[in-house]
């Protein structure tokens, strides 16, 4: 899948959104200024296509009320509405940012990964149940790891990097694999079918990033001050947040699975946080901090 027809799938998907309801007539309108038209109608048919498209590849739905003739962008379920969200914001972002060449000097943008080389390849494996195969450099390994074979189940954008996870082939193990270090990825001939009981859903549900260890579930409580508490209630820890507001303070609610990355990102709050329960995750915070305080002393 080519760039330029993604952005064409998040600009139809954009459009219809921030009008609610548009009628082809008024969609051909917008499309002959946009940069994809060439000043042309959409035809019914490459309508017909985007439509399935967007449909298959992010589960968005593009609906036509039969009284009205007016299409609509349908969400279905909570995670439909994030897809697209994340689609739009990408789309608003990429907009603003080609207007705004003349002030590039003064705007900063962190530096990301890129995984733009592989992220249509790996998109279009999973769009196709096909396997891919790849080189694999961690940064944990001084070498990579060739011709590794994997059935990609899902993608997560994580801290502004791309992960696929999937069945190792060779390995029999589902395993995660930030595509930023990944080389030479290629789709195979090979088609795979998802396991029937592989739930992408539920197998992500209760993981805090990208270590989705199938541990226990545990009921975890964060105490902060009231200030730091607007933060965490603006952009949630997790989907399972729940909080309770006293005079000064709140306290923070998940049900979650205890997981190295979980741990970090509740370790750079700093002293703007406690740990409540579960006793053993403020045992590990305690431990960690303390270790933490030695290298200082060294």
């Known amino acids: 899948m080519s760039r330029d027809l993604f952005n064409r799938y998040i600009w139809l998907v954009?459009?219809?959104?921030?009008?609610?309801?548009?009628?082809?007539?008024e969609l051909n309108a917008r499309w002959k200024k946009s940069?994809?038209?060439?000043?042309?109608?959409?035809?019914?048919?490459?309508?017909?296509?985007?439509?399935?498209?967007?449909?298959?590849?992010?589960?968005?739905?593009?609906?036509?009320?039969?009284?009205?003739?007016?299409?609509?962008?349908?969400?279905?379920?909570?995670?439909?509405e994030s897809v697209t969200n994340w689609l739009l914001n990408s789309v608003a972002t990429s907009n603003v940012l080609s207007d705004s060449r003349d002030v590039a000097h003064?705007?900063?943008?962190?530096?990301?990964?890129?995984?733009?080389?592989y992220l249509s390849i790996v998109i279009d494996a999973l769009k196709e149940y096909h396997q891919i195969?790849?080189?694999?450099?961690?940064?944990s390994r001084l070498s990579a790891t060739h011709d590794i074979v994997v059935?990609?189940?899902?993608?997560?954008?994580?801290?502004?990097?791309?992960?696929?996870?999937?069945?190792?082939?060779?390995e029999g193990k589902v395993k995660t694999y930030a595509l930023d270090r990944?080389?030479?990825?290629?789709?195979?001939?090979?088609?795979?079918?998802?396991?029937?009981?592989?739930?992408?859903?539920?197998?992500?549900?209760?993981?805090?990033?990208i270590i989705f260890s199938q541990g226990e579930i545990k009921n975890v409580a964060i105490k902060t001050d009231s200030r730091q508490a607007k933060y965490i209630r603006a952009l949630p820890l997790h989907h399972s947040q729940q909080e309770i507001i006293h005079d000064s303070y709140s306290i923070f609610n998940y049900k979650i699975r205890i997981t190295p990355d979980f741990m970090q990102e509740l370790l750079s709050f700093g002293p703007s946080i406690v740990?409540?329960?579960?006793?053993?995750?403020?045992?590990?915070?305690v431990t960690s901090l303390e270790e933490t305080l030695a290298n200082y002393k060294k």
């Open 14 to 25: 954009d459009t219809i959104k921030r009008y609610g309801c548009i009628t082809r007539e």
């Open 35 to 80: 940069p994809f038209s060439n000043g042309e109608a959409l035809p019914r048919r490459t309508f017909y296509n985007y439509r399935m498209a967007i449909e298959e590849l992010f589960k968005i739905n593009i609906e036509c009320n039969p009284s009205t003739f007016e299409y609509y962008i349908d969400e279905c379920d909570a995670h439909s």
């Open 106 to 117: 003064r705007i900063f943008l962190e530096n990301v990964p890129s995984a733009r080389d």
């Open 133 to 139: 195969k790849f080189s694999y450099q961690p940064y």
């Open 151 to 170: 059935e990609p189940y899902f993608l997560k954008i994580f801290r502004q990097r791309w992960y696929v996870t999937g069945l190792n082939v060779k």
């Open 182 to 209: 990944m080389k030479d990825v290629v789709v195979m001939q090979e088609s795979f079918e998802m396991p029937d009981d592989f739930d992408v859903e539920q197998y992500i549900k209760y993981s805090y990033g």
């Open 275 to 285: 740990v409540m329960e579960p006793p053993e995750l403020k045992a590990m915070i």
